[in-house]
C-alpha cells in the first residue's frame, strides 16, 4: 500500500488549501483514513479522522474549518482547510489504519503566513 500527499503550499491567513492523498491497492477502501500534521518543534498530532463508513472526527482547533471527506472510487481522502491560521502551519501526513497494518504518506507542507 503506498500513499501519496499533496497540495501543500504557502496560503495567507484566512485562505483557503484542498490536500489530497492518493492510495493504491484495494485495502485502501478498507481501512479508516486519517490527516495528522507536525508543526516545526512540536509532536506529531492527529487532525481529522474518516471512518470507512464515511463518520467524521476532528480535533476541537479545526471543528468547523477543516473538512475530510473519501472518494472510494478514487481512491482518494481529501481535506479541504478553510479559514486557515498561521498555526495550521505544519507537515500534514495521512494515514491508512487497516486490517493489514497503518500506512504513511510522505507529507506535505502547509504554511500560512502573510
Known amino acids: 500500500v503506498q500513499l501519496q500527499a499533496s497540495g501543500g503550499g504557502l496560503v495567507q491567513p484566512g485562505g483557503s488549501l484542498r490536500l489530497s492523498c492518493a492510495g493504491s491497492?484495494?485495502?485502501?477502501?478498507?481501512?479508516?483514513l486519517a490527516w495528522y500534521r507536525q508543526a516545526p518543534g512540536k509532536q506529531r498530532e492527529w487532525v481529522a479522522r474518516?471512518?470507512?463508513?464515511?463518520?467524521?472526527d476532528y480535533v476541537d482547533s479545526v471543528e468547523s474549518r477543516f473538512t475530510i471527506s473519501r472518494d472510494n472510487a478514487k481512491r482518494t481522502m481529501y481535506l479541504q482547510m478553510n479559514d486557515l491560521k498561521p498555526e495550521d502551519t505544519a507537515v500534514y501526513y495521512c494515514?491508512?489504519?487497516?486490517?493489514?497494518?497503518?500506512?504513511w504518506g510522505q507529507g506535505t507542507l502547509v504554511t500560512v503566513s502573510s
Open positions: 491497492g484495494a485495502v485502501f477502501t478498507m481501512g479508516d
Open positions: 494515514n491508512l489504519h487497516s486490517f493489514i497494518g497503518d500506512y
Open positions: 474518516i471512518s470507512r463508513s464515511a463518520g467524521t
